[in-house]
């Protein structure tokens, strides 16, 4: 790894550098979920560049979750291991200008086993993994720099990083505006980190309304539309990271709520009566939620997308059997673009196009379910970057495929309540993990935390005549 060393000056005193703990290449964030709160910039240490919050995205802008995490500098390793509120943590002495410092790598999600107190590393040794160990929101590492191996906020002192010589390896700020990973939570419809939930009342006035993160009492109402018209779903259609609202009105026309703003937006094409959605989702990675449509034959269906949501930007995907029914879209892959998901309604195979490409994935079966067995959900309920599948049974029970493969299928809970049924998905703590949604007969509303009903939370009660979007 070839680094561009040199010391930072400010105000005339030269100020601590350490590598970038990550691999050479690798482009570190300040995080959106820790940094940056309701938009606005978080206070003490982060403030005075005493620490960083720091996470790392792929090519696709997608978050890296349990990346590998190297010695920012040559050292002696002075603590590895659970401390408190900071979790895994490994404290690295080294020598700058002379003048021996302390960096801590905190929350980490695994420490690496051959590190021990007294053990001598070399700059990219490896310490661990990043994670979410400890008290904090969502997986990033938490980095800081004392000047006394007696750690505490009167020994914190504020650093840098050294870059590449070609900027590679450097990190940057987040705003609301350029967070590459905005669009990871589920259903976050005004931007704070937290998925939301959006309700939509078809009879009476055909509202639509939100609880901001799941919060019954911290609700907004967007707006009203004419009864002519449907909320078929969210996806961000113009690329600015704010989900939008798509409509398709009984005569075929497609519209959108431009940043749920009922006001902006606008027209974006029109689609026969003979066609059906089969779901909104990026598939090709270009930041721009597409819709995708079919059109079922006597043997056999079309299946069309709309680029960026806009009928004049569309192709023909490709052909699938009429036995093939469409269960969902979700990046099954995790390679940052989403992928449709089909099953096979003759043998129960489940099978996908990658990025909706029926040469890509179609051949890799991710396994097959009896017919007493139905698929309720897609979402990332690990928070690996890969969509998981939701499964319910005959007999209320609930089983997760992690990764959409059978081989990875995990039972999740039981439905006890009376007619507990899933109605929808969302990261509704902004942790990273999409959450399953319920509803019973008595109108609770129930979040599954992670998708898994040990952690079992009441958030409050909504009529069904209101249906989640």
């Known amino acids: 790894m070839q680094h561009n060393v040199c010391t930072n000056i400010l105000r005339g005193k030269t100020m601590v550098s350490i590598y970038l703990p990550y691999a050479a290449g690798q482009r570190a964030y300040v995080t959106h979920d820790e940094y940056y709160r309701n938009g606005v910039l978080g206070g003490g240490k982060h403030t005075s560049g005493k620490a960083y919050d720091l996470i790392t995205v792929n090519q696709y802008g997608r978050k890296i979750f349990y ?20 979790g895994n943590q490994v404290a690295l ?28 590393v070399k700059l990219n040794d490896r310490l661990g993994n990043q994670g ?19 750690r505490n906020n009167s020994t914190a002192v504020g650093f840098t990083f050294y870059e590449d010589p070609d900027g590679t390896n450097a990190f940057e700020t987040l705003t609301s505006a350029n967070s590459p990973i905005s669009q990871n939570i589920t259903n976050d419809l005004d931007n ?13 006035n055909n509202e639509i309304s939100t609880w901001n993160g799941g919060d019954r009492f911290d609700f907004t109402r967007l707006g009203y539309q004419s009864k002519t018209w449907e909320a078929i779903g969210t996806g961000d259609f113009d690329g600015d990271d704010e989900l939008d609202i798509a409509w398709w009105h009984e005569q075929g026309e497609v519209g959108y709520w431009d940043d749920t703003n009922r006001f902006a937006g606008g027209r974006l094409g029109r ?32 299946v069309s997308t709309w680029w960026g949501g806009r009928q004049d930007i569309s192709s ?12 969902g879209v979700g990046d099954i892959n995790g390679d940052g673009k989403d992928d449709l998901i089909f099953r096979n309604q003759s043998n129960q195979e489940v099978s996908y196009w990658g990025g909706g490409d029926p040469l890509s994935g179609a051949g890799d079966r991710l396994g097959h379910q009896s017919t007493t067995w139905s698929i ?16 319910t049974h005959g007999n ?36 990273g993990n999409d959450d399953i949604i319920t509803r019973t007969n008595d109108d609770k509303v129930w979040q599954w935390l992670s998708g898994v009903q040990g952690d079992l939370a009441s958030i409050g009660s909504q009529s069904d005549s209101w249906d989640l979007v």
């Open 271 to 302: 689609q026969g009566n003979s066609w059906s959605l089969l779901g909104i989702g990026d598939l090709n990675g270009d930041g721009k939620d597409d819709i995708t449509f079919r059109l079922k034959g006597p043997t056999g269906q079309e």
């Open 67 to 86: 990346q590998p995490l190297l010695a920012p500098a040559d050292g002696e390793i002075i603590y590895a291991d659970y401390n408190g509120n900071w």
């Open 93 to 120: 002495a080294f020598i700058f200008v002379g003048q021996e410092f302390v960096v801590t790598l905190n929350h980490l999600d695994s420490i690496d086993p051959s590190l021990f107190v007294g053990k001598k």
């Open 316 to 327: 023909r995907l490709g052909y699938q059997s009429s036995v093939w029914e469409t269960v």
């Open 192 to 204: 704070d980190g937290k998925g939301d939930l959006l309700w939509h009342l078809q009879i009476a």
């Open 376 to 391: 309720e959900a897609v979402g990332d309920f690990d928070g690996n970057g890969k969509d998981d599948i939701v499964w």
């Open 396 to 431: 209320r029970q609930v089983h997760i495929w992690y990764d959409g493969r059978q081989s990875n299928g995990t039972y999740v809970g039981t439905r006890y309540w009376a007619g507990e049924d899933i109605i929808g998905v969302s990261d509704l703590n902004g942790d």
């Open 132 to 150: 979410a160990t400890g008290f904090g929101t969502g997986e990033h590492l938490h980095i800081e720099v004392y000047s006394s191996r007696i």
